[in-house]
């Protein structure tokens, strides 16, 4: 068969893939048309309007690329709630901001100052481009977060960067490269930001607990809502517990949810969420004094 005759055919198996990734009724084959379908097209590059009608323009290959360019949108329970929340917040610091499409959520649904961090260089050059194309500005950041002010190599997987960490190097996505870079710690960056109920997402692949214990009281206070990834697969390869991270003096005096269906929110404590052993999800602490109009709102 001759080139042009195959492309024809390539490209209807290609459609149907992406119809049975996005539509089929049973899982496993949504989920093995999934991975054939980014397979097939790894290292291409498309311009997407999700679902919520944000622009991005996304690299086929990487996780966090992929579920928005097949599904057109990404943790949407966690995208509802962050919705939900910027529409209380001041102010947005994306900590580990990946491609923007966090910022570029929180630029579409609330009001103040974004800030967007990313230690690697390529990530923050596609954050500017995203949010470019969605006419929203922010201040971004080319540094890591971490305890204090200094230098960290940080671990970059060759085909996966949303899995590059500080805390080790990462076993899945390919080679690893390293870079050094700079650190800063969080509570620099929310004194320098003019914000009082402060919405801050950490994602940062471990590396969490550094972050937390760059927060002094002080910065804390200016933090109203904090959306934080707890992986347990991703503290085990940290050599960090749960539990020690949970007991992290910055999350004291807030309330504990994780996020539900729809975008809800409910009640958690710390004692539940360590007793699951394969947690991995995003979870939101709310200081005290804003959680009961938080929980009002959330209702309403």
């Known amino acids: 068969m001759t080139a042009a005759r195959r492309a024809p055919l390539a490209n209807v ?10 539509h089929a009724g049973m899982p496993r084959l949504r989920d093995s048309a999934f991975r054939k379908y980014c397979r ?19 690299h ?10 097949v599904n057109g949108e990404f943790e949407p329970e966690t995208t509802r709630a962050l919705e939900k929340l910027a529409r209380h917040a001041d102010g947005f610091i994306d900590v580990g ?3 923007g499409y966090y910022s570029c959520v929180y630029a579409r649904s609330g009001r103040g100052p974004i ?17 470019e194309l969605n006419d929203a500005r922010a201040e971004i950041l080319q540094c890591g977060v971490g305890e204090r002010r200094g230098t960290l190599t940080l671990n970059v ?5 949303s899995l590059a960490s500080f805390a080790y190097a990462p076993t899945r996505g390919g080679a690893v490269t390293t870079l ?30 550094q972050v937390l214990r760059g927060i002094t009281a ?24 749960l539990a020690e991270l949970l007991d992290a003096a910055a999350l004291a005096d807030r309330r504990t949810f994780r996020i539900a269906a729809g975008g809800r929110l409910r009640p958690a404590s710390a004692s539940e969420l360590t007793a699951e052993t394969d947690i991995g999800e995003n979870v939101v602490w709310v200081r005290n004094d804003l959680a009961g109009p938080i929980l009002a709102a959330f209702r309403g």
């Open 13 to 22: 198996y290609d459609r149907a893939l992406l119809w049975l990734a996005r």
């Open 40 to 58: 097939r097209h790894r290292g291409q590059t498309r311009l997407r309007e999700l679902d919520t009608g944000i622009r991005m323009r996304l």
């Open 60 to 69: 086929i290959g990487d996780s966090v690329d992929n579920q928005l360019f």
């Open 97 to 99: 901001c990946n491609i």
């Open 115 to 131: 800030v967007a961090v990313d230690p690697n260089p390529e990530m923050v050059r596609r954050t500017r481009e995203n949010l």
């Open 157 to 161: 997987p060759a085909n996966r960067h």
């Open 180 to 209: 050094e870079v700079p650190i800063r710690t969080l509570s620099e960056i929310v004194e320098q930001t003019p914000l009082a109920n402060a919405l801050v997402k950490v994602d940062t692949e471990g590396f969490e607990l």
């Open 218 to 241: 002080a910065a804390a206070r200016r933090i109203g809502y904090l959306v934080m990834e707890l992986s347990a697969e991703n503290l085990a390869q940290a050599r960090v517990s």
